[in-house]
């Protein structure tokens, strides 16, 4: 099992223009995401700028994993993670003050599936070779590859 790697392979990647800001690209994000037919996205787009007012979801190194604050099933029955690679890289407020070249989008139906999702991005993270492909903005099949083998199978 392998949680990410399935989220991943059902959020995708956002295609065509990125925005010019975070909120914008926030909103195509929203628009484009793979969600339940009668999930509520103006709702969710206002709980990611919500969260993104009390701290920045910019980890720093040029990655971002915005969430709403509570995952909820009204928006997505399985876990999703969306990426989305903006050109040039947006300011995301981040600590280490870098623009963002990935953004990971993170929609998950319960607490515990989130922090399955979110410790298992962050553990891929730690890999440079990772790390490289999303800063040549790689293809979103060699990024999700990359994923799949780094993930723990367990």
Same mark, same amino acid.
């Given at each position: 099992?392998?949680?990410?790697?399935l989220a991943l392979s059902r959020g995708g990647a956002l295609e065509?223009?990125?925005?010019? !800001?975070?909120?914008?690209?926030? &909103?195509?994000? $929203?628009?484009? %995401?793979?969600? +339940?037919? *009668?999930? #509520?996205?103006? @709702? =969710?787009?206002?709980?990611?700028?919500?969260?993104?007012?009390?701290?920045?979801?910019?980890?720093?190194?040029?990655?971002?994993?915005?969430?709403?604050?509570?995952? !909820?099933?009204?928006?997505?029955? &399985?876990?999703? $993670?969306?990426? %989305?690679?903006? +050109?040039? *890289?947006? #300011?995301?407020? @981040? =600590?280490?003050?870098?623009?963002?070249?990935?953004?990971?989008?993170?929609?998950?139906?319960?607490?515990?599936?989130?922090?399955?999702?979110?410790?298992?991005?962050?553990?891929?993270?730690?890999?440079?070779?990772?790390?490289?492909?999303?800063?040549?903005?790689?293809?979103?099949?060699?990024?999700?590859?990359?994923?799949?083998?780094?993930?723990?199978?367990?």
């Amino acid at each position: 099992e392998q949680p990410l790697t399935l989220a991943l392979s059902r959020g995708g990647a956002l295609e065509g223009d990125t925005g010019a !800001s975070r909120d914008e690209l926030l &909103e195509r994000m $929203v628009d484009q %995401a793979p969600l +339940e037919r *009668a999930a #509520d996205r103006p @709702a =969710l787009l206002l709980q990611l700028l919500e969260r993104e007012g009390l701290t920045s979801t910019g980890l720093g190194d040029g990655i971002a994993m915005p969430h709403p604050r509570t995952p !909820s099933a009204s928006f997505s029955a &399985e876990p999703l $993670v969306m990426l %989305a690679q903006p +050109e040039p *890289a947006l #300011d995301w407020g @981040a =600590l280490d003050g870098q623009a963002v070249h990935a953004v990971f989008l993170l929609v998950n139906p319960a607490p515990p599936v989130h922090l399955k999702v979110l410790s298992r991005l962050a553990f891929v993270l730690r890999d440079a070779g990772f790390q490289a492909l999303l800063r040549e903005r790689a293809s979103f099949e060699e990024i999700l590859t990359r994923v799949a083998q780094l993930e723990p199978k367990a």
